[in-house]
């Protein structure tokens, strides 16, 4: 199903760094991918964050899209609907972000940490930062074509002939997929 919708550009919110975090208390050990994002420009989004340190969860819509023309990216609008009304896209080059993108696939999830808690993930642990459920909403078919499209291309061009690149583009998904659902042991 296709759905056509327009995006305010000033609902982008750029993406500054990511990384992970693992605990026993979220998703049954698993990593949860973290995205440092800049709310310089969507204070909306740091008061959300903010509100959510003193609330419980609130509600938030998931949609995963690509914009017409442009196989590059893939976008995730998150539409938060409680404590506050908010929409927000994030967007991805899957070339330099598709480990990123694979990862909040597997762990359902994905951590908000704005730039104001710290530049890196171990900056803000103690920070503000809000947990999203990313559930399955039927994209990840869409997705792991385009991944898988997107690697083999990489690894072609690097040299390696089209069985060889099929042939390394599943051992690297298989590899970080590995990781990514490895789950912490108990201390």
Request: proline share 4%.
């Amino acid at each position: 199903m296709k759905i056509i919708r327009d995006i305010s550009k000033s609902s982008v919110v750029p993406i500054v760094r990511d990384g992970a975090i693992a605990t026993h208390e979220i998703g049954e050990g698993r990593m949860v991918p973290v995205l440092i994002v800049d709310c310089s420009d969507n204070v909306e989004l740091l008061d959300l964050i903010y509100a959510h340190e003193e609330t419980p969860p609130g509600d938030v819509i998931v949609t995963w899209g690509i914009q017409k023309d442009d196989k590059n990216n893939v976008s995730l609008i998150l539409e938060f609907l409680k404590p506050s009304a908010l929409q927000i896209l994030l967007q991805f080059n899957i070339e330099l972000k598709g480990g990123v993108v694979d990862s909040i696939f597997h762990a359902n999830a994905l951590y908000l940490q704005p730039l104001e808690s710290g530049e890196r993930v171990i900056d803000g642990l103690d920070s503000a930062k809000i947990l999203v459920e990313v559930p399955d909403t039927g994209f990840f078919e869409t997705w792991d074509e385009l991944y898988t499209e997107k690697l083999i291309r990489v690894f072609k061009k690097s040299g390696l002939s089209r069985k060889e690149a099929n042939k390394a583009a599943k051992q690297h998904k298989d590899l970080l997929r590995g990781i990514w659902l490895r789950r912490m042991r108990n201390v």
